[in-house]
């Protein structure tokens, strides 16, 4: 992050820098080299003791400073919060647990007490001594934590524009391809105007500005919307304002008469059904705030695409937008853009001279990359300018006309700032605009009065999801196993560097000899292992780590029913003997050298086998372990070369998470130059500069890892290594003061709003923040939803899914099921055309009814909705309605990365992609197919261009929707919705700080690879589990449920899938039976019917009068 942190604050504090200075290495030679580490330890405890109070304590207390889980670790306890975000800016991420643990106890409390702040008690506990020298030292920790200022910015590099002095030399900019540009003359590259320019950086001042005139939360109820202000903004605002109805909710109780809505705290949670309006109260209140508050709004969208839509709809209002979009897929989004806006044109021109502003805001086109011959994959090149022969980097002066600086130029200005979860989260100001280069949701907190969040329930789940990430660890060359050049430059390609630079340190040397066993291990790895066909049977695609494979080979092989504590055991033995600190001692290590010594030996491959057998026979004894080798010689394949895999897996993730938790240190300690540095630190896993604000992961430090096929190849493999390294998701209900004791202004409201954060059993979806307002709308009080169950085939779990899709397809099309719903569709959109006609008969002179009646005759016939699980089954539907000549217009949602048999789908007439879904009404189908996950959020498929009304009108689920086995996202977001039982679990333990902390991190692992080791069948899930999964699919259902009820419309859903009805239905049966745990559809009715208080029933009234009103309706062919 572009903060300073203690290191920084010990390099420019010449007091701290002398509190052991030449006498104490003088009389103290063995602690020479670790005087920085000694003053680091005593901040620490120094910093404890401030926080919590001057009682003796554990010193491992200080490491839940920096978990982050405060509530629970520190529940109860009266401490100081801002000055423990101080401490965590000022020391998260410099030492790893177990440096500062050997710190502890092999260092600090060697040095005599004389010079020691610190020392220990009767019980172990850490206590304040009064040392005979540098005695005031405790004054200038208390200095160091108090002051605000150094926890400010630092720029994260040096750098320099090219100005007017630099005209006679050079321009070039090294290529992605490790070639040079072209060499220009920087006066011809550039206009006389821009190198003598003064550079001001334009949002750093603005951030200046922002901080010191902003006003509290409070002064926002000065400007909310009313009855005038939806006049302003147009008729349909107006009549959409008339209808809706907020309700203030008190400890999940709603009171009784409808209000107007105003900001009661700083965290605002609106609850509100699938098409209330939750778009017309958010749009009155940003414009309200910005034109008459003149306030500033933080605006997150679920995708590019709704933030460009709304932005031009706030342009219209005369706000001016800035638009935040990430550099890594603009060109995608401007071409999508372009599409979508085309097909609304009647020139292929016009959309650039109606929508200029919004197709250069996605520009990505460099001016200066066609003078200098830039290749397209060279990224960002007017930040990494080179004059001459020169080393430094040099900026662009010219980024005030450049099409990919005109989205940083419009915030300077901007009203509103829009942009998805990501584009916040992952992108940074560029320095020529901010000098500190800060992400943009930092830069967002300072600068915004409201931040506005729609669909919040889907944004936890990116904000968690930010916080898992991948590398890709692949053999590039089958033919030689050899790992490839790409992870090679994360970490390998550093020797060299390192060597050339003449380093002596010892921690670098050994750190050098890590980083090249793991090498080994690596080509150990894809070399010997990834090539077995038993192996890959195994591990591939399926989601393991070390403990987990250990686990299932300790079952099979020693015990199935062998008890907890004697497998915990085993995998401390594994733990202990995989120590990088082992690495020339412990058999289990040595057995490895052996193992890799004699494959690289013997070239027979019968005497190769029966030499690793006997090297892990060996292992064994040395281990205690008793596996079962009297079993076939298929079986006794699967013992050893299982447990050489997981021998393997155990010693790389060790070293990988020693090369990874002393990276920081690696890199201050080798001699870099700025670029070499740069390289270096593509090894990093994506490090989010909000990360030091974030919660660590519930299981410490955590890797879990998945064999997945490189590209076409059958023989290619990577293995792909999933790290969890936050709860992202606190980052929502912390917002607001997320700055709090780093910056020193007043903090933005918040306010959040969805139809389905409200429900607490959703790993996904619930937010666990308590509702503050109630949105109704009166038009959909008369709102009906219909579910009728269809059992046609057991679809979901199916051995062979493509038949039983097909299969089913063709009975719907033989009993005349389609047709049927069809003719039903088209005679009710007739109705309510002849109903709205005689009413305009009785009253000519009646207004609405008028409208109302143009709106619906300008309509087309509503359609069927066919809802499936990808894009793969969408076009196995589509391939039947072809076979069987099915005459009805259908149309096929499409996306350019889906694969059909394992090849790409070509796009064909019947296909409509995500840009165009919105005007799916001009193609008039009668059957749209489409995924469940690609249209359940943020599109309005309607049926005209002036209508609100929903073209979806009866929507058939193929499937019963389930989560995908073994998904990472999926299991990790699991224990994040247990965080609340985790908590009741310590407070009845009476635990607290590390012990609390450990206990969270014990029970959350096991949680974890619980999930990965469970059956994936619903039914045979424990009721918990079954909880989650199906409240986590009844918001999907519910949403995608959504897409037809738009403007009032009513919606009729089936489901075909017979697993969503109970087994214990009688065959034919109309009458559901309520005695079967194992379907979903009684979980759904028991979240909705059975356990639901006021609140639930009544955002999901339309469901749950639907599930109780329940049908089955059982298809006969003719």
Sequence with gaps: MSRSNFSDTLKNNGDLRNIFGDDFKKQNKRFHSYVEDIIFLEFMFFSFRKIFGDSPFEYKSIFSMLFGHDEIVFKDITFDSVLLKRVRMLTKGLYPRKAIKILVEKIYFEIPSEWRLYGKDEHDLIVQLVPKYESSRAHIYNEILSNIHLVAHKEKSKKRFVVQKDEDKSVHVPLENGEKSKYIKAKKLFDKRFLEQEHDFPLTQLIYERKRDKKGFEDLNNFNPDRNLYKQMGKEYLDRYEDLQVYKINNRIIEDTHTDFFFKKEVSHVIAPTGAGKGTLTHGLLYGQCKYGKKKILYITADTKQSMQEKEKFEQWGLKVGVIVGDGNIDRYQNDYILNKASMMNHPFEVFHKHFDSVETLSSQCPIKPTLGIDKDTKNPCQNLYLDRRKSRYVCPAYTVCGPHHRFKQLTDADVWIGTPEAFLFSRAPYPWDRYERNYLELGLLWSDLIIMDEVDQIQQRMDQAFLNDLNISADRPETREIDKIFSEYLFNLIPKVVKSSTVDVFVVNYIEKTTTLQQILNYLFGQLFTKQVVIKYVYNKLFTPHSLLQDWYKKHISKDSKEKRFQSVYEKFQMQSAVELMNHSDLWKIAKKLQNVSGNIISEVNLIKEKRKIMNECFKKLDLNPKLDVDETDLERLYVDFELIIFLFLMEHLFKFLRSNYSSFLQRAQFSTKDKNFANNFHFNNLDISKFVPDALTDSFMAYRLKKTGESKKSYSLVAHEYKGVGRSLIRNLPRLLEGVEDCPFPALLILSATSDFGDSSYYGTKISPDWLLENKK?????????????????????????????????????????????????????????KRKLYEDPEAEDVSLAFERISGEVSPCIGLVVNSYQKAEWVAEVFRQQKFKCKYKVLYTSDARYDGKTIPKEDYHVSKIEVEQLFNEEPEVFIFVRTSLARGFNILAGDNTSRSLLRTIVFYERPHPIPGDFNDVVMSIHSSLSTYEKEIVQSNQRFYDAQRKIQRKAYGELHKLF????????????????????????????????????????????????????????????????????????????????????????????????NLDIQYIYEE
């Design 780 to 836: 959909q009080e008369d709102l009906e939803l219909k579910i009728t169950l269809c059992p046609v085939a057991e679809i979901s779990g199916a051995k062979d899914p493509k038949k039983a899709i097909q299969e089913s397809t063709s009975k719907l099309i033989r009993s005349g099921f389609f047709d049927e719903q069809l003719k039903n569709l088209k005679q009710m959109h007739q109705n309510e055309i002849q109903a709205l």
């Design 1013 to 1108: 080791s469970s059956d994936d069948s619903f039914s045979n899930m424990d009721e918990a589990r079954q909880n989650v999964i199906s409240t986590n699919e009844l918001v999907t259902a519910i949403q995608v449920s959504g897409r037809g009820q738009r403007g009032g419309t009513s919606s009729y859903l089936y489901f075909l899938d017979k697993k969503m009805i109970p087994l214990t239905s009688a065959r034919n049966s109309e009458v559901l039976l309520e005695d079967d745990e194992g379907s979903m559809v009684l979980h759904w009715r028991k979240a909705l019917i059975d356990n639901a208080d006021e609140l639930t029933a009544r955002v999901n009234k339309a469901w749950r009068k639907a599930l109780i």
